[in-house]
């Protein structure tokens, strides 16, 4: 029984991590049905300018480390979602107003990439840093389980974020704007919502995301280097297809579910086999339902 409790834990951090990635997947394929392959680049991005940030405040302004994490978790989202901004302004935003097709976007998406993973390489070299211990560790026994105050913060951090999206989503009016975009982009404009606004706050929202998901990551294991985001965004990526893309709910669940299989797993299996039988269960989970949990299958009127 504690080892289940244990694994559990363990598969409730690595859910967090999979699903505040997911979730700026859905956000963006939501109001743009646009795959943005460069989130995990922009995971990794958001891991190195905490890893920046936090090194600035600790070395040239000998902040206390409480005092650096609480200027760190904002100042990355905020450089962050920059980043993702940036992103759609130079390379989205001339080929939607071009009416490019969908296909040289994802190649597009690819190539961003890509292009963030060797322009770290190149700027920073293939050394990997060392991210900076800004909490005190305290572990929590009950019994046979522990459980660290970082691995609480994740989990809840995760809950958090998901209950945030879920209420602008659903509750405000930006998120309503949102909603029409991905029912009838043509329409909006029509109605005075200035488009390529919603579509930045979205940005805004998806890259700030995947920056708190780098810090944290950063935080669990600190060992940062140019390549970790990519695994990591593909995973997440096919959590949120597997919870349904574009649904919230769906990329929440799906992080999670993925995270269960992965560590239950590994508690029966040798590691190697970890990928193997996650994504095969994550493929007859698809044959069974090929929308996702929460997907909905799409009618086009002609």
């Not at 660290?148 to 989990?155: A, E, G, H, S």
């Not at 590691?271 to 095969?280: G, I, K, P």
Request: glycine share 10%; aromatic share 12%; net charge positive.
């Amino acid at each position: 029984m504690d080892i289940l409790i244990q694994n559990l834990l363990n598969a409730l951090q690595w859910g967090s991590f999979y699903a505040l990635i997911a979730l700026g997947y859905t956000l963006v394929y939501g109001v743009l049905l646009l795959i943005n392959f460069a989130h995990g680049d922009i995971f990794m991005v958001g891991a190195y300018i905490a890893f920046f940030v936090a090194t600035a405040l600790l070395g040239f302004l000998d902040f206390a480390p409480w005092m650096v994490l609480a200027l760190t978790v904002p100042l990355t989202m905020i450089l962050t979602a920059g980043v993702g901004v940036t992103l759609e302004r130079i390379a989205y935003r001339p080929l939607r107003r071009k009416g490019a097709h969908r296909l040289y976007v994802v190649i597009t998406a690819l190539m961003c990439g890509l292009i963030l993973e060797n322009g770290n390489l190149a700027l920073l070299g293939a050394s990997r840093k060392k991210f900076p211990e800004l909490l005190d560790k305290v572990v929590y026994t009950f019994g046979n389980v522990s459980v660290t105050n970082l691995k609480i913060i994740v989990i809840f951090a995760a809950i958090a974020v998901f209950l945030l999206l879920q209420f602008i989503v659903t509750k405000t009016k930006i998120g309503m704007a949102m909603r029409g975009i991905s029912y009838d982009k043509f329409a909006i404009p029509l109605m005075g919502i200035p488009i390529d606004n919603v579509i930045v706050f979205t940005f805004v929202l998806g890259s700030g995301m995947a920056g708190l998901a780098g810090l944290l990551f950063a935080m669990s294991y600190p060992i940062l280097e140019p390549y970790m985001g990519a695994l990591i965004g593909w995973k997440a990526f096919i959590a949120a297809v597997v919870g349904g893309i574009g649904d919230i709910r769906g990329a929440f669940i799906g992080g999670f579910l993925l995270g269960f299989i992965e560590v239950g797993v590994v508690a029966i299996f040798p590691s190697t086999f970890r990928d193997l039988f996650a994504f095969s269960i994550l493929l007859i989970i698809l044959w069974m339902k090929p929308t996702g949990i929460f997907g909905v299958a799409k009618t086009t009127k002609i």
